[in-house]
Every structure is written in structure tokens, then in C-alpha cells.
């Protein structure tokens, strides 16, 4: 199996690179690529980490998950390209020195039209995204959450319009579900569709190779970013395996890997993901919970307090569900959300592309 100058032989792995643009200095941007390719045929899983430079665990479990003994494991390929966003990753910041807006928003959506000429961070995004569906059967895309955020899977809602009817969206969405259960990680829904893609959604890396391709495609948020948590990495390093396993690709578990499930919802209905509350009074946040903490509609969650410490305003959850992680830093501005959350979901999994229809 040949992905950029990785080639990989049957029962081989090999590390190469993919070159997706020139820098100005007269050298290649290069995306590093590692491949593990099977002794039988059998499917290709992608998992790509570090879209976002700051984002650590991520990068780690994409590394950890191409073991030196998987060609000898599957049946089939993974492929793993553990720092998407390498100009990112220079400087540890989220987004690259290409532009100052989110790499995870550029991937291709061929239902959006633009007179804008491409962007470089959109070409590099767009010839990494043909890579990967020219051979992919599934894409893994690890990131981290924030600080100290309770790990989770995000699962993208599944479009139907232009690109597929609302069965070929509801099969999709069948084969989606199937891969994100053998994760043994909490389940988050995205937004709801017309928020998704507001917030170009659809244009994320999981977004683009689901929504775009129709590959089943989701995102993993495996805790703080800037260092390596090791146990969302070992997590995140079961979850990869759970989905190879559930691909029929994995031949047996590996003894060093972990059973995917160390990571239990707090709550037992369906969740999607939120952000907030907001407070409307700025000052500085104290907050009531943590991470993993269930909370209901109308709790307070957090203090608003003024720089000399007098209680100015408190702020109460808007949904039942548990809180993912809690805003970083201490001032807060009116308007500014507080917490991020698995909030209750009631919407529907797959959606029109279109709200009005």
C-alpha cells in the first residue's frame, strides 16, 4: 500500500510522509504518514491526530495506535497521519501560521459555493481529504477537548439532500453508530443540523469524509490539550482497536492494549453537544462543578464575581446532562459561555442539508 512515500508491502510497516504544498522557503510542506498494511486484504482505517497543533494526547494515541507488531494483527490497512496541521504543531498553537482561523474548517463541502479562490490551509486540507477517501472505509480524527474536559466521541449529524437520499443518510448513520459503540467512549451528537453548519461543521475533517464522501467518520476529544494525558491515551489507543475489531480487521486483541470502556457516560439518555450556560454579566467565573459532574436544568453552575470578590450574578445550566469541561480562564465577558456540555438530545440523528425542507 502506497500513501504518499510510505509503501508498505503486505505484513509491513512503513513511515514516509505525504508533500501537499511548497513552502516559500523552497521546501515541501510534509504531513508525516505511517502505514500498517495486512497480510490479507481487508478494509482501511484512517486515523489522523494534531489538526489542531496544541492538541497532544491526540497526536499521541494516532502514534501509539500503529504498533510495530499491526501488519501481522489485521486484515486490511490503517493508515495514520499523526500531525495534520504541522505549522501548527511549530509554534504549539491551535491554528497554523497559514491564517488565523480554524485548519478544521476547511475541508471540502461540495454543496457550498465561493468566488473566493482557495487558500493554502484549504489546498493542503483538500488534497489531504482526497488521500484519504480514495482509500478509506473509516476515519478516526483524535483531538483534545480543553482543560482538564471529561473524553468523549463526537458523532457528526448525517445529511441528506444533493449528496444522498434520507435512506442512503439513515444507512450511513446505522454504519457510523456501529463504529463509535466499539470505542467504549461516551457519545456526544454534534449540533443540532442547522447549527452544524453555521459553525461549518461540515468542513471539519470528520465532517468532510462523512457529509462530503459518505464514509463513516467521527471525532474522538480525548481530554486536555498541551500534554500527553496518559489515561485518555490509553483511551483513545483502545477505542482505535475497538473500531478495527469491529471492522473484522483484528485478528485478536492485543494483550497491551486495553479493553476499550474505562470512560462511562454520567447520565443514560441521548446527549448532543452544547455550549454553554453564558453568563450576562461579566467579572470573573468561580465555578460550582467539574467535569463529569451531572447537572439539571436550572442549577446554578458558577459564581460571577467582581476583582475585589463581591458576588455580582450566578449562572444556571439550560439542559439536563453533565458538563464536558469548564471555560478557561478567569475573566468572563457578557455572553461568554461557561461550561461546555453534554446536554439532552431529543433532535433527530440524521437531517435535511437544508433546514427549510
Known amino acids: ?33 505511517v502505514v500498517a498494511n495486512g497480510e490479507e486484504d481487508g478494509p482501511t482505517l484512517w486515523i489522523t491526530g494534531g489538526v489542531h497543533g496544541d492538541e497532544a494526547t491526540g497526536v499521541a494515541v494516532t502514534q501509539d495506535v500503529l504498533r510495530a507488531d499491526l501488519p501481522g494483527r489485521i486484515a ?3 493508515v495514520a497521519v499523526p500531525v495534520v496541521n504541522p505549522a501548527g504543531l511549530r509554534r504549539n498553537a491551535r491554528q497554523s501560521y497559514y491564517g488565523d482561523d480554524d485548519p478544521n474548517r476547511k475541508f471540502p463541502d461540495p454543496e457550498s459555493e465561493s468566488s473566493r479562490p482557495a487558500e493554502v490551509q484549504e489546498r493542503i486540507d483538500e488534497r489531504l481529504y482526497d488521500a484519504i477517501v480514495d482509500s478509506a472505509d473509516a476515519l478516526i480524527d483524535n483531538h483534545t477537548a480543553g482543560v482538564n474536559s471529561f473524553p468523549f466521541v463526537i458523532r ?7 449528496r444522498r437520499t434520507e435512506d442512503e443518510a439513515e444507512e450511513l448513520a446505522e454504519r457510523l453508530e456501529a463504529l463509535i459503540e466499539a470505542t467504549g467512549l461516551p457519545l456526544l451528537t454534534e ?34 490539550h498541551s500534554v500527553v494525558t496518559e489515561a485518555t491515551r490509553e483511551a483513545g489507543v483502545a477505542a482505535a482497536y475497538g473500531v478495527m475489531d469491529e ?3 483484528l485478528d485478536a486483541w492485543p494483550a497491551t492494549v486495553a479493553e476499550p470502556g474505562s470512560f462511562d457516560a454520567p ?3 441521548p446527549v448532543r453537544r452544547f455550549r454553554g450556560p453564558r453568563t450576562e454579566t461579566a467579572g470573573l467565573v468561580r465555578h460550582r462543578v467539574e467535569a463529569g459532574d451531572v447537572v439539571e436544568d436550572g442549577e446554578v453552575v458558577a459564581d460571577i464575581v467582581s476583582s475585589t470578590g463581591e458576588q455580582l450574578d450566578t449562572v444556571e445550566s439550560d439542559h439536563d ?9 478567569l475573566a468572563a465577558y457578557e455572553g461568554d459561555a461557561v461550561l461546555s456540555m453534554a446536554a439532552r438530545d431529543e433532535g433527530p440523528l440524521v437531517a435535511p442539508r437544508d433546514a427549510e425542507e
Open 156 to 162: 457528526d449529524r448525517v445529511l441528506y439532500g444533493e
Open 247 to 249: 471492522m473484522g480487521m
Open 76 to 78: 486490511g490497512a490503517v
Open 267 to 269: 447520565v443514560d439518555f
Open 1 to 33: 500500500m502506497d500513501i504518499g512515500t510510505a509503501n508498505a508491502a503486505p505484513g509491513e510497516l512503513a513511515r514516509g510522509h505525504l508533500e501537499l504544498t511548497d513552502l516559500p522557503t523552497g521546501t515541501p510542506e510534509k504531513l508525516p504518514v
Open 191 to 224: 449540533y443540532p443540523a442547522e447549527e452544524y453548519i453555521e459553525q461549518s461543521l461540515q468542513r471539519s475533517t470528520a465532517g468532510a469524509v462523512c457529509n462530503a464522501a459518505g464514509i463513516p467518520a467521527f471525532t474522538t476529544e480525548l481530554g486536555g
Open 321 to 329: 446532562g453533565y458538563v464536558i469541561g469548564r471555560k478557561e480562564g
